[in-house]
């Protein structure tokens, strides 16, 4: 029974060094195929509408609400020390250092991330993967490479679009709703957000969220085992390993950033 | 074996020499010699499971031998590198059981994919090489139909003018007549001879369709259980006396080839009941 139980964790154990070996010789030959994809920039452009538009809309709705929600907590806390008109400064840095790469990963990772790995799942079950390897075209360069590349470029253009949205949101309700000065608002956030350490951390964050969450979500499809149920399983393993993927990494990349200030 | 109907090394296109090839521990190939002869229509016929499609394969360089050479063209497959292999496969056409088009494509640029990946012809080129397979499959009308709306003997045919979209050296078909009626059967019979004899290709038919497959191959070969068991000219083997070979031209239920997957006794495993397994 024990001894079963012992045999058991070390296969487990194997059996994840070794997808963590496969996870790694598949990025290396998707990149490989990085330099062809650019030289045929409409194979990049298609996947990027693609995956760019699935979340667009989701991504923008929800910075709002996000945004809105925050300058409506923020008011409360603030309004007790007299400090409401730093409403501004509190939305901009929760959203821009935080919450903007985070929940914009987390939310990519279930739209996007999911429908990537379903689609290259299903090209694997149905042959398609195997069937251009006959016809001399490598599916890591032709189908994985562009789209690989699509979610990295995307991710931090839909956390900008995240984040902007936010700070709008938090406007609304912050200036327009609860009466905090206008001028005020802006001013100050202007004065204490800070290019290099703020912003420029939050784009690094998200660009990592960015090559780790499509990472997992091509893997996942191209590492599919060839059935519906294999197709299902790889789909929730890529928002699940997606979300501990982002949360972890975020503190991590949070400590190495704002650690010793 | 063989060594009457040898050809002599040239005329042999690919060559399998005691290829042995094994998923786990379920032996598939157990030491086979084949001689594919170039120009000729060659079948590999062996009852389902027998690993016909990984025989494909292997030729193909998708899965590697444990054992064995494999050569094609007078390359030994397995050891080429990553850029030969895809040189060599530009020149060797496949066609999926399944058909194995691309679900996000229509008809029309399943059959141009390989031509926009392989050339820099211009478009109206392509269109014309793209109809012109269309119309040898009997199906330039269907070139704005997704894939989706093909059915299973419409989308082989689809697979069939994309993969003769390169002009290749040799074609591999697998199982081509499933799925067709009588009348796209007689006439992918027809054309498959006609695609061998007016391009020069070799042909390798994988099938079960004893009658249609023995019909238009020059020669065959029949495996089962990991082993040539017979092989010859379709009237050699029509008179054979291997049992073997017998039972599967004449599709007989009863002899040495089994219809089964290799299980334990059959009354045991019934009985064993009360342990699930
Ligand atoms: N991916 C795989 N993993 C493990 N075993 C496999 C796999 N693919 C095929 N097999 C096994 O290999 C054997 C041969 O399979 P193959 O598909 O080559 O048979 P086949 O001769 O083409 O059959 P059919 O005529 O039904 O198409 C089968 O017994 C099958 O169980
Ligand atoms: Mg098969």
Redo the contacts with the bound molecule.
């Keep these: 029974m024990m001894l079963e139980w012992v045999r058991q964790l070390g296969r487990s154990g194997i059996d994840f060094f070794e997808k963590l070996g496969r996870g790694h010789l598949f990025l290396v030959k998707t990149l490989a195929g990085v330099p062809e994809v650019l030289a045929r920039p409409r194979l990049l452009i298609a996947q990027l509408l693609s995956v760019g538009v699935l979340s667009f809309m989701l991504i923008a709705i929800s910075g709002l609400f996000v945004g809105m929600v925050l300058a409506l907590q923020g008011y409360n806390t603030l309004v007790d020390f007299g400090a409401e008109e730093s409403l501004g400064v509190v939305v901009a840095l929760s959203i821009v250092r935080e919450l903007g790469p985070v929940v914009t990963a987390l939310l990519f990772a279930g739209r996007a991330g999911s429908a990537l790995t379903a689609e290259i799942g299903l090209m694997k079950a149905t042959e398609q993967l195997s069937g251009m390897e006959m016809m001399a075209v490598d599916p890591l360069h032709r189908v994985i490479a562009p789209r690989f590349l699509a979610g990295v470029i995307s991710m931090p253009l839909l956390a900008a679009i995240f984040s902007a949205v936010g700070i709008w949101g938090g406007y609304f309700v912050g200036v327009g709703l609860l009466g905090v000065d206008e001028g005020a608002y802006w001013s100050q956030m202007q004065d204490k957000v800070d290019f290099l350490d703020d912003i420029l951390n939050g784009v690094i964050k998200s660009a990592v969220f960015g090559v780790v969450t499509t990472w997992i979500a091509v893997f996942e499809g191209y590492d599919t085992i060839p059935t519906s149920e294999g197709v299902s399983r790889a789909t929730t393993r890529t928002v699940v390993h997606s979300a501990f993927a982002v949360l972890g990494l975020d503190f991590v990349l949070t400590a190495l950033m704002f650690g010793d200030s | 074996m063989a060594e009457a109907a040898n050809p002599s090394q040239s005329d042999v296109l690919v060559r399998i020499r005691d290829l042995h090839f094994s998923?786990?521990e379920?032996m598939?190939f157990d030491g086979i010699d084949l001689d594919i002869p170039r120009g000729k229509i060659t079948a590999i016929m062996?009852p389902?499971?027998?690993?016909?499609?990984?025989?494909l394969r292997l030729i193909g360089g998708q899965l590697y031998p444990d054992r064995g050479s494999v050569q094609v063209d007078g390359e030994e497959v397995p050891s080429l590198r990553r850029g030969e292999l895809y040189e060599l496969r530009k020149r060797m056409g496949m066609l999926f059981?399944s058909g194995a088009l691309l679900t996000d494509l229509d008809v029309y640029d399943n059959v141009a994919f390989p031509l926009r990946e392989h050339t820099a012809l211009p478009e109206s080129m392509i269109r014309d090489l793209v109809l012109m397979k269309l119309q040898a499959v009997g199906l330039r009308g269907a070139r704005h139909l997704m894939p989706s709306e093909l059915s299973g003997g419409m989308a082989r045919r689809v697979a069939l003018a994309r993969a003769i979209a390169l002009d290749p050296m040799m074609i591999m078909y697998d199982?081509p007549f499933t799925g067709q009626d009588p009348i796209s059967m007689g006439a992918l019979v027809q054309l498959i001879r006609l695609l061998n004899d007016a391009l020069g290709l070799t042909s390798i038919i994988?099938s079960?369709d004893v009658q249609e497959t023995a019909a238009i191959s020059d020669y065959i070969y029949v495996i089962s259980r990991g082993k040539v068991v017979g092989h010859g000219t379709p009237d050699a083997l029509d008179k054979t006396d291997s049992e073997w070979v017998r039972q599967f031209m004449l599709g007989l239920p009863d002899g040495p080839v089994p219809f089964h997957?290799p299980a334990p006794d059959y009354r045991e495993d019934l009985l064993q009941g009360g342990e699930a397994g």
């Excluded at chain 2, 389902?48 to 025989?55: A, E, N, V």
């Design positions: 998923r786990g379920h598939i062996g389902s499971g027998t690993g016909k499609t990984t025989l059981q199982e994988v079960h997957y």
